[in-house]
C-alpha cells in the first residue's frame, strides 16, 4: 500500500457553499512505480476511458486503438475521416468523440461513422453532461459551451466565471471540475454552471481527470508529479523522472498515463 503525502488544504466542501482553498505545494511527494506498461505500436497524442477499456488516439489521425484495463490490445477503430493535427479523445455510452486544434468531430459506436460536429473551436477540455451531450472549454473564447445531442450550441459559462477555462471533468454528484489556464485555480460548478467553490492550486495544472468515486487527478503536461483529491483530502505524487505525461485518465483506483506519446503506464492510487 502506498503512503501518501498529505497536503493541507481548505476546503468548503458543503454542497452549494461558495467557498475557496489553498492547496500548500508539497515538501515531498510519495512515490509511485508503474504496476503494468505498454509500448505502443504508433505514437499516440491522447488516452480516454470508455467503461474499462482505454481508447488511444494515434497521432496518425487515422485510427482509435482499444486497450482492456490490463493493457492488452482489443480492437483498433479506424476513422472515416483523417483527423488533422489530433489534440484530444473522449467517450460516453453512445458516441467517442475526436478533436484537433479547431474542429470536434463526434461518431456512433454502432456506426464508427466519423463526422464534423462543432467548427471553429480549440478545445481545452471535454466532459459529459450526460449521454450524447457534452461540455467543451474553448481556449480561443475563453468560454464553455454546452453542444446538444442534436447538434444545438449554447454558451454555458463566459470567462466573467472562469478565466480561460482549460482541462474540465464531470464528477459522480452531477457537478463539474476545471481548470483556469489563467490563475491556478480548480473549480467546481454546478449543472446549471454556478461555481460552488474554488481551490487554488501550487502549479498551473493543465491535465484533469476523475473517476466514478469522484476522485480527483491533476498534473502538469510533461512533468512527473501529480496531485490527487479524495474526499476532501490532496495528496501528492511522484512518477519516475523519466516519465513525460501528455494525458493522464483515472479507471477505479488505478492511474493510466500516456508517456511521451510512446507508452501508457498504469498505477495504483491506493490509500
Given at each position: 500500500?502506498?503512503?501518501?503525502?498529505?497536503?493541507?488544504?481548505?476546503?468548503?466542501?458543503v454542497t452549494g457553499c461558495v467557498g475557496a482553498g489553498r492547496v500548500e505545494p508539497a515538501s515531498r511527494f510519495a512515490p509511485l512505480e508503474?504496476?503494468?506498461?505498454?509500448?505502443?505500436?504508433?505514437?499516440?497524442?491522447?488516452?480516454?476511458?470508455?467503461?474499462?477499456?482505454?481508447?488511444?488516439?494515434?497521432?496518425?489521425?487515422?485510427?482509435?486503438?482499444?486497450?482492456?484495463?490490463?493493457?492488452?490490445?482489443?480492437?483498433?477503430?479506424?476513422?472515416?475521416?483523417?483527423?488533422?493535427?489530433?489534440?484530444?479523445?473522449?467517450?460516453?455510452?453512445?458516441?467517442?468523440?475526436?478533436?484537433?486544434?479547431?474542429?470536434?468531430?463526434?461518431?456512433?459506436?454502432?456506426?464508427?461513422?466519423?463526422?464534423?460536429?462543432?467548427?471553429?473551436?480549440?478545445?481545452?477540455?471535454?466532459?459529459?453532461?450526460?449521454?450524447?451531450?457534452?461540455?467543451?472549454?474553448?481556449?480561443?473564447?475563453?468560454?464553455?459551451?454546452?453542444?446538444?445531442?442534436?447538434?444545438?450550441?449554447?454558451?454555458?459559462?463566459?470567462?466573467?466565471?472562469?478565466?480561460?477555462?482549460?482541462?474540465?471533468?464531470?464528477?459522480?454528484?452531477?457537478?463539474?471540475?476545471?481548470?483556469?489556464?489563467?490563475?491556478?485555480?480548480?473549480?467546481?460548478?454546478?449543472?446549471?454552471?454556478?461555481?460552488?467553490?474554488?481551490?487554488?492550486?501550487?502549479?498551473?495544472?493543465?491535465?484533469?481527470?476523475?473517476?466514478?468515486?469522484?476522485?480527483?487527478?491533476?498534473?502538469?503536461?510533461?512533468?512527473?508529479?501529480?496531485?490527487?483529491?479524495?474526499?476532501?483530502?490532496?495528496?501528492?505524487?511522484?512518477?519516475?523522472?523519466?516519465?513525460?505525461?501528455?494525458?493522464?485518465?483515472?479507471?477505479?483506483?488505478?492511474?493510466?498515463?500516456?508517456?511521451?506519446?510512446?507508452?501508457?503506464?498504469?498505477?495504483?492510487?491506493?490509500?
Open positions: 500500500m502506498i503512503r501518501q503525502a498529505v497536503l493541507g488544504v481548505a476546503l468548503c466542501l508503474p504496476e503494468a506498461t505498454a509500448e505502443l505500436g504508433s505514437a499516440a497524442t491522447a488516452i480516454c476511458t470508455d467503461g474499462e477499456m482505454l481508447l488511444v488516439l494515434e497521432n496518425s489521425g487515422t485510427r482509435v486503438v482499444r486497450y482492456t484495463a490490463a493493457l492488452a490490445v482489443w480492437d483498433t477503430i479506424p476513422l472515416t475521416e483523417r483527423v488533422t493535427a489530433p489534440a484530444g479523445i473522449a467517450a460516453d455510452r453512445f458516441y467517442i468523440y475526436v478533436y484537433d486544434d479547431h474542429l470536434l468531430y463526434r461518431m456512433s459506436k454502432d456506426k464508427l461513422s466519423l463526422q464534423p460536429w462543432l467548427n471553429n473551436v480549440r478545445v481545452a477540455g471535454l466532459a459529459s453532461f450526460e449521454p450524447g451531450v457534452v461540455l467543451v472549454s474553448d481556449a480561443d473564447r475563453a468560454a464553455i459551451w454546452y453542444k446538444g445531442i442534436f447538434g444545438e450550441s449554447r454558451l454555458f459559462m463566459s470567462s466573467a466565471e472562469v478565466a480561460r477555462p482549460g482541462a474540465i471533468a464531470s464528477l459522480r454528484d452531477g457537478s463539474f471540475a476545471v481548470l483556469s489556464t489563467a490563475s491556478r485555480l480548480l473549480y467546481y460548478f454546478s449543472r446549471s454552471g454556478v461555481v460552488t467553490r474554488s481551490l487554488s492550486l501550487p502549479a498551473a495544472c493543465d491535465l484533469l481527470a476523475a473517476n466514478e468515486e469522484g476522485t480527483l487527478c491533476l498534473a502538469v503536461r510533461g512533468r512527473p508529479q501529480l496531485w490527487v483529491i479524495r474526499e476532501g483530502r490532496v495528496a501528492g505524487f511522484s512518477l519516475p523522472d523519466s516519465v513525460r505525461p501528455l494525458s493522464v485518465v483515472l479507471v477505479g483506483d488505478r492511474l493510466a498515463v500516456l508517456d511521451a506519446g510512446t507508452r501508457i503506464r498504469v498505477y495504483r492510487i491506493a490509500e
